[in-house]
């Protein structure tokens, strides 16, 4: 069983930066793709970024990409998603999930999934 934990949401301009993190329980958290994604209100959940275990590989929505940045850090069982040049449209629930299959941008690839983080960005 894997618990997962968001932290860092909270209220920004937009033009500003935000980094959310992820903490995991578990031993292995390296054996888990990661990835973020988000949910604004009345739409539906759409992926953000990915990453692999090894941390290798990276995969980013194209609304986001060059914007935003995921890492991991498998010594501290943490995903991150540093956010730059926010935009009122980014406002959303982060939620972060762990998939024991290969990183894919499908919800129904994941198997744990966080509470989420509320990000606001205004205008």
């Known amino acids: 069983q894997v618990q997962l934990v968001e932290s860092g949401g909270g209220l920004v301009q937009a033009g500003g930066s935000l980094t959310l993190s992820c903490a995991s329980s578990g031993r292995t958290f390296s054996d888990y793709a990661m990835a973020w994604f988000r949910q604004a209100p009345g739409k539906a959940r759409e992926f953000v970024a990915g990453i692999r275990g090894s941390g290798g590989r990276t995969l980013y929505a194209d609304s986001v990409k060059g914007r935003f940045t995921i890492s991991r850090d498998n010594a501290k069982n943490t995903v991150y998603l540093q956010m730059n040049s926010l935009k009122p449209e980014d406002t959303a629930v982060y939620s972060c999930?762990?998939?024991?299959?290969?990183?894919?941008?499908?919800?129904?690839?994941?198997?744990?999934w966080g509470q989420g983080t509320q990000v606001t960005v205004s205008s």
């Open positions: 999930a762990a998939s024991r299959a290969t990183m894919s941008e499908r919800i129904l690839a994941y198997d744990y």
